[in-house]
């Protein structure tokens, strides 16, 4: 049997004990599991194929996630998934990334797609529209900023942009191979490090520490082995 390609492994950030993991099965077969023990026990996610990328959701919907056929709402904690695409039909959503507080009251949700940019729910995922950039957009990160507000990265095929506006607009664009995972961390003196992979088999790191104006290269950490 073909070993299973791991699309992602994601968490409850809420604080809860909830895993998923999205997993593609060659040639044309893939899977989605939820754990919530802690990944002791797993079972099939029903009324999804897979999951590319899950975030937790506000009101009586508990988690929002996606995958190559759009983006699916679950209400009991992610054993059971309706497709929520009014703006999205027929678009592959590879990330999901939330800003707590919109210009318009409502956290806003973006998702970043394969083919088509990015999209914004301001309704908790009940409708999407379309935002810019174009292109495809393999993963997206929120951080807060001094401000107060939050910056939005996105992770696209040759750069990683940034924007200070809830994603209205991306002034900055950082030269990139394809981004395929972003990630945030503290340096432990009241900052905030940012880290990407740009390569296929995540092994090419780089880091920003300050906030995605520069990135330094960490090399191939963790060499690829068929």
Do not use: C
């Amino acid at each position: 049997y073909p070993k299973p390609n791991y699309f992602g492994m994601f968490t409850n950030s809420s604080g809860g004990t909830d895993l998923f993991l999205g997993i593609g099965i060659p040639p044309y077969e893939s899977a989605a599991y939820h754990s919530s023990d802690n990944g002791v026990h797993w079972d099939s996610v029903i009324g999804v194929l897979t999951l590319y990328s899950v975030t937790p959701r506000s009101g009586s919907i508990s988690f929002i996630g996606a995958n190559q056929k759009g983006a699916f709402i679950s209400s009991d904690q992610g054993n059971n998934w309706t497709a929520s695409h009014t703006g999205l039909l027929g678009v592959e959503v590879r990330s999901l990334a939330v800003i707590p507080t919109g210009n318009v009251g409502n956290p806003l949700l973006f998702a970043g797609t394969y083919s088509h940019g990015l999209y914004e729910s301001s309704d908790y995922g009940g409708s999407w529209e379309r935002k810019p950039p174009s292109g495809a957009i393999f993963s997206l990160l929120t951080i807060p900023n001094s401000a107060g507000s939050n910056d939005l990265f996105a992770g696209m095929d040759g750069n990683v942009g940034r924007s200070t506006d809830n994603g209205d607009t991306w002034p900055s664009f950082k030269s990139a191979d394809r981004v395929y995972a972003m990630t945030s961390m503290s340096d432990g003196s009241g900052g905030t490090n940012l880290f990407l992979s740009s390569s296929r088999y995540l092994t090419d790191i780089a880091v920003s520490k300050d906030t995605g104006t520069s990135w330094t290269s960490l090399g191939y950490l963790l060499p690829y082995q068929q």
